[in-house]
């Protein structure tokens, strides 16, 4: 046994040659702490290594080699990356006496593309290099068309398994890059699709002209994108806005390279920094802005975006006021304000990235800030000159940004000045309940003045409250939130709830525990119902985490039979009840016939079915009496209750309503969407 082992080490020993050794020294501490140098050892770990790979074709293709990269997705978590670059160079290096591309495999390097003369551009968990990929591969081959030949060496875990060799011939160049992640180091070897789909779409927009291509081969049926945007940030920004209406005929775009003045002496290079940026301003309120650094998302932003933002509010507040949209008098747009329906996208490139935070996902690099904003400032005087048409809408826009804010914050202050708790100034048009336990008392928002008057009438005024709000005056508003709470329907609303908005909003002043929703089944009241449910999410949200909100449910049905009749809550209600009339008709048919009973046959005197179906088009159509029975007497009632997940949904059909596009707002009306799943009795 002992000399077993003995032996083995031996020929351990002997099988590995100092290089090998150096190698072994030279990957292990990417083993060791692997989060160090890919983030972490789950899925974004996982996918980081393909990152890696493809940034590395990505450097050929941003010096002008490369113009196809290819990822493929192959069986047993296999990885292949094939780009058509330079190659990696494959000489031996003469003290080394090792190829060039055992090196850069097998070696940890910082940055700085070896041997070449371009840059490259790394930093934080990016860049760290292809070696690194290598050392948490169970196996890995790399193959070069370069110089002439085909070249090709594997390794398992970043130790070569031979010596680079010469397979063939070729006049090509190119790299493929081959790997299978290591389970001893991954928690999850399988690769998400739609992950890298997303990442590398995202990278093709970055790199303009370059085409990335990706196919799935994991399954029978093999599943093939190609990724090549000739537009780069503007492909990017038309990508964004494909389903938003924008306002200007000319987006912006600036590429330029941004030299600091040299101080140093003439031996040091002065710093350069690649400035990008793009923009388009939309109807929307939304505001979207992409930032990246070297091809890296930073999620959180950083030195780039705000010198981006700088110049914008700056340099729009200058033309807004030397063209007279601004008086001298008035004041300045805020960064909010020049912010709202903002589609921009920033990319920077830059030798030395800083990133930092948690997630290093912010650049922290001065001197990013300093070019983005003389970039962009720049060139967006130009813009605003060559295209005054343009920039009239942008500024039309900014401007109703601005009268928007000043606007809700006035209409905040006046609400919350009423003081909606001292309970003397609760709206005239609100029928308060008795009660004043919150507990047992009921809000019913009713749509339109004549069903509240119905309501008012049916309900049972010890616990139930009635508060009518004109629906016209919602409908026609097309109103964005903010002009919302300025409204005198919603600020009754507030009032009514008790219990402020906004930073004074506290849910346990709230008066009422079930705030019930009562609307028409027909457009309007789907309109409207959207307009309070997303008031609710956005203000009072915990009204609905707490499962105070509801939506009535009236009928859409009186089917009448002599003196009996029925109420139907639904189309297929209304069948089934017809059915059991019919049936039930049928039967004491029969019955009559066959026995002949005299007693029956007064009780039904009619043998022809005379069934009289009403449907109910609004609330307006039942009296009180109706409406009580129906749909506010608990007893019979039916009642939804609203999820925070009806109400985001809600949030977002909101903003197709309220949106200028017709299209989709034609389709959310016509499909009704159903936003509310809870059946409470
Ligand atoms: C080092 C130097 C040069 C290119 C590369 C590496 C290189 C690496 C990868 C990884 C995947 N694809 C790649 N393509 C190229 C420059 C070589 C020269 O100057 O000719």
């Not at 002997?14 to 050892?41: C, F, H, N, Q, W």
């Amino acid at each position: 046994m002992d000399k077993n082992k003995e032996e083995k080490n031996t020929q351990k020993t002997s099988t590995y040659t100092a290089k090998d050794i150096y190698v072994l020294e030279g990957l292990e501490p990417v083993r060791k702490r692997p989060g160090m140098y890919i983030g972490s050892t789950g899925v974004d770990g996982l996918h980081h290594l393909i990152w890696e790979v493809v940034d590395n074709s990505i450097d050929e293709a941003m010096a002008g080699f490369a113009k196809n990269i290819r990822v493929e997705l192959l069986k047993e978590n296999k990885v292949r990356v094939t780009d058509d670059g330079r190659g990696i160079p494959v000489d031996i290096h003469p003290q080394t006496k090792k190829s060039a591309l055992e090196t850069v495999l097998c070696t940890l390097h910082a940055g700085g593309k070896f041997g070449g003369e371009s840059y490259k551009v790394a930093g934080g968990l990016h860049g760290v290099g292809v070696s690194v990929v290598n050392a948490l591969s169970s196996w890995m081959k790399v193959e070069v068309e370069r110089d002439g030949g085909i070249y090709v060496q594997e390794y398992k875990r970043g130790v070569p398994q031979y010596k680079l060799k010469k397979v063939g011939t070729s006049s090509k160049t190119g790299t493929i890059v081959t790997f299978q992640p290591d389970k001893e180091i991954f928690s999850k070897i399988e690769f998400d699709k739609k992950k890298i789909i997303d990442h590398l779409r995202q990278q093709a927009f970055l790199v303009k002209g370059v085409k990335i291509e990706v196919i799935d081969e994991r399954e029978e049926a093999v599943d093939y994108y190609a990724f090549y945007f000739e537009g780069g940030l503007l492909s990017f920004l038309d990508y964004l806005t494909e389903f938003t209406e924008v306002i200007q005929e000319v987006p912006f775009y600036v590429s330029k390279d941004f030299v600091f003045a040299e101080e140093a002496p003439a031996s040091k290079k002065a710093e350069t920094i690649q400035v990008e940026a793009a923009f388009v301003y939309s109807n929307d309120t939304e505001i979207q802005e992409l930032s990246f650094a070297n091809n890296i998302y930073t999620s959180d932003g950083g030195t780039h975006l705000t010198g981006f933002r700088s110049a914008l509010t700056r340099v729009l507040n200058d033309y807004a006021r030397q063209n007279g949209y601004i008086k001298e008098k008035e004041e300045n747009l805020t960064g909010d304000d020049v912010r709202e329906g903002l589609v921009a996208i920033v990319s920077i490139k830059i030798k030395e990235p800083q990133f930092e935070g948690q997630t290093k996902a912010r650049l922290g690099n001065p001197s990013a800030r300093t070019a983005t904003e003389s970039v962009v400032s720049e060139a967006l005087k130009e813009f605003l000159e060559k295209n005054p048409s343009s920039a009239k809408n942008i500024i039309a826009k900014c401007l109703l940004a601005a009268k928007a804010r000043r606007a809700a914050k006035a209409a905040k202050e006046t609400v919350l000045r009423r003081g909606p708790l001292e309970g003397l100034s609760l709206p005239g048009k609100l029928a308060d309940c008795i009660s004043k336990d919150p507990s047992e008392s009921e809000l019913f928002i009713v749509e339109g003045d004549s069903a509240g008057g119905s309501g008012k009438q049916g309900r049972d005024r010890r616990f139930q409250a009635v508060l009518p709000l004109r629906g016209k005056i919602l409908n026609v508003e097309k109103a964005r939130l903010d002009k919302m709470l300025a409204n005198n329907e919603i600020k009754s609303l507030v009032i009514a709830l008790g219990a402020a908005i906004g930073n004074d909003f506290n849910p346990d002043k709230i008066r009422y525990h079930k705030i019930i929703i009562m609307t028409d089944a027909d457009v309007d009241g789907a309109h409207i119902r959207t307009l309070l449910l997303t008031l609710f999410y956005r203000y009072f949200r915990e009204v609905i985490e707490r499962g105070y909100l509801y939506i009535a449910q009236p009928p859409l049905y009186k089917i009448q039979k002599g003196k009996e009749f029925w109420y139907a809550y639904s189309d297929a209600e209304k069948d089934k009840i017809i059915e059991q009339i019919t049936k039930k008709h049928q039967e004491t048919v029969s019955k009559k016939t066959k026995k002949d009973d005299q007693k029956e046959a007064k009780e039904s005197p009619e043998s022809s079915l005379n069934i009289n179906i009403q449907r109910y088009k609004g609330l307006g159509e039942m009296n009180p009496q109706q409406l009580w029975e129906t749909t506010m007497n608990p007893e019979t009632r039916i009642l939804r209750q609203v999820t925070i997940a009806d109400a985001q949904e809600a949030d977002r059909m909101f903003d197709i309503l309220m949106g200028e596009k017709v299209e989709p707002r034609k389709h959310f009306i016509q499909s009704r969407a159903v936003m509310v799943k809870n059946l409470d009795i």
